[in-house]
């Protein structure tokens, strides 16, 4: 194995600089692949639901990157963030195109009237069906595609221990689709899929686990060495860490 304190040195390196600016992970770009092949396509998918004329809202924005590769018409656009760094970025970018953009909170509550939305679409945010339901317009719809609760479990108890726990139990298809049911919607459509992570070095994983910090909870360099040196062991012997993402979407409409 390479020299333990130089390791750690590189790992606090990677650990110091781990920021990200909208949904950005260039900065691992080549050290770390994360399987693309789900049965749906999240764009695809919108664009057979939406018209040039439907009010859309993008629920969790990020950056607003996704949002604009959709080319809806601005004036017609909505979105929401609640990540501080994330606000500022859509401030600049998305108010001056006149989309119509509002910061929000953890709550889950939107800023908007009733049934202000022909189309409201989410891509890994929280979100409360109740809600999504009230701003729908009256055969409006909702896609969202979201995080199970096995992503990254492996990689997790890896780096934490075997006592780490999900963060998000509840995040499965079954109880997803329930939810919306109960606020009023029907289900068009619903699929969930598992594929792969890997990291070709640790470095990688230190600070994808610092940016994914809300699975990764309370991790550091310090307080998890031995992790860290066990993931070390295993890309040596492997060439790679892998780990298991999951993912699920749902389609329903009011």
Request: hydrophobic share 40%.
């Amino acid at each position: 194995m390479k020299n333990k304190k130089q390791l750690i040195q590189n790992w606090k390196q990677e650990e110091v600089i781990a920021h990200i600016k909208g949904w950005d992970f260039s900065h691992i770009a080549g050290r770390y692949q994360e399987e693309d092949t789900l049965p749906w396509d999240y764009g695809t998918l919108i664009r057979s639901f939406l018209q040039a004329e439907h009010m859309l809202l993008d629920m969790g924005t990020g950056g607003g990157e996704f949002l604009l590769s959709l080319e809806h018409p601005y004036e017609n656009t909505a979105a929401t963030e609640s990540y501080p760094p994330n606000i500022a970025l859509c401030e600049q970018t998305l108010l001056p195109l006149g989309m119509d953009f509002r910061p929000t909170d953890d709550k889950n509550i939107l800023p908007f009237a009733d049934e202000s939305f022909d189309v409201i679409i989410n891509r890994h945010d929280s979100y409360l069906p109740t809600e999504v339901y009230r701003c729908l317009k009256k055969g409006g719809v909702f896609i969202t595609q979201q995080v199970g609760a096995e992503n990254d479990k492996d990689l997790v108890r890896l780096l934490l221990g075997s006592d780490s726990l999900s963060q998000y139990p509840d995040q499965h298809l079954t109880y997803a689709i329930q939810a919306l049911e109960q606020a009023g919607f029907t289900i068009l459509q619903a699929e969930e899929s598992k594929g792969s992570i890997r990291f070709f070095d640790v470095g990688a994983l230190v600070w994808f686990a610092r940016i994914i910090e809300w699975e990764f909870v309370g991790f550091s360099v310090d307080s998890h060495t031995d992790g860290l040196m066990q993931a070390q062991a295993i890309l040596e012997q492997q060439g790679e860490i892998r780990g298991t993402t999951h993912r699920y979407m749902l389609v329903g409409r009011k």
